[in-house]
């Protein structure tokens, strides 16, 4: 090699492997892994009993879906990240060439593969979230341009589908008809925390086209219609256990909501720059409030 190639080795061929674990965003696994489990316990069946399918279940969920959903975004984004985020692996050559694709490509087929070990209904689960992971992000869909469509495919994906999916992995059935309910109302209370999640790419969707409600409607009405959307599920689960004698779990979620709304009103101060601050202190009070939920179901 001489000393010009030592000075200016050239475009990188392999990807780093530091780059590769951003790519897939350890930090994004946490939802989907925390809603199966919650569908796990809202079974009534011990998840202790049933520990290989819970176990699969969660790298499925995080991992190996959520992470090649990450994957596929990234590539289908990597002109929008250039704007807004140049570090990011792919913009920045970290991830060369056309090997995001690969990954996310070779991702999905994983997913469907250890999806079929989970029986029919994981399989179907896994087919779903990989067609709502690229019709997400890939034309001619790309979901992604819409501010309601497209966070209220990411909650239903990462709540709602796991949730119920791993209640009917451990049941080998269909979950019971307030399983399902409690599940979809998280999950469109997530529509609300995907919409906060936007605020950070306020100024390359605007440039590249995507509207997000940040974009169109504007970060303070964008961040009032977030709260509601985010709230009022989570009030509909309160009434639903009280109508299903579980007024405990009912009155314990009530707190956690009440706690939400004290900092919704601090982010609401400043949403574009509080924003990142709710997702990492309100959003998990939401979270908390899943688990009292599924102990609910559990016992019913």
């Known amino acids: 090699m001489s000393v010009t190639e030592t000075l200016h080795p050239g475009p990188r061929r392999l990807p780093e492997p530091r780059a590769l674990l951003r790519l897939i965003k350890p930090i994004t696994w946490f939802p989907p892994m925390w809603a199966y489990l919650c569908g796990a316990v809202s079974s009534g069946v011990s998840p202790f009993s049933s520990l290989g399918l819970v176990v699969l279940g969660l790298l499925l969920a995080g991992p190996i879906t959520c992470g090649m959903s990450q994957a596929a975004n990234d590539w289908c984004d ?39 070990q989970l029986g029919p209904w994981g399989f179907g689960a896994t087919c779903l979230a990989v067609a709502a992971a690229w019709g997400y992000s890939a034309e001619p869909i790309r979901l992604k341009r819409s501010g309601w469509w497209g966070p209220g495919l990411v909650g239903l994906s990462y709540e709602t589908l796991p949730w119920i999916t791993g209640a009917a992995v451990l049941a080998a059935g269909m979950p019971d008809a307030r399983i399902l309910i409690v599940a979809l109302a998280y999950g469109i209370g997530a529509h609300g925390i995907m919409t906060l999640n936007d605020f ?23 961040a009032r219609v977030a709260c509601w959307i985010m709230a009022v599920p989570q009030v509909a689960v309160v009434g639903a256990l009280v109508l299903w004698g579980a007024p405990i779990h009912a009155a314990i979620i009530a707190g956690l909501i009440g706690l939400q709304i004290l900092a919704m009103r601090r982010m609401l101060t400043d949403p574009k720059g509080l924003a990142p601050w709710y997702n990492g202190t309100g959003v998990l009070l939401s979270v908390a409030g899943m688990m009292v939920a599924a102990l609910a179901l559990e016992g019913m």
Do not use: Q
């Open 78 to 116: 990597r002109h929008v990240d250039a704007v807004n985020e140049p570090d990011r692996p792919i913009p920045s050559g970290r991830v060369p060439g056309r090997w995001g694709l690969w990954i996310a490509l070779a991702m999905s087929v994983l997913s469907l593969l250890i999806g079929w």
């Open 200 to 222: 950070k790419a306020l100024e390359g969707d605007r440039v590249h086209g995507v509207n997000s409600l940040p974009v169109t409607l504007g970060p303070d009405r964008a």
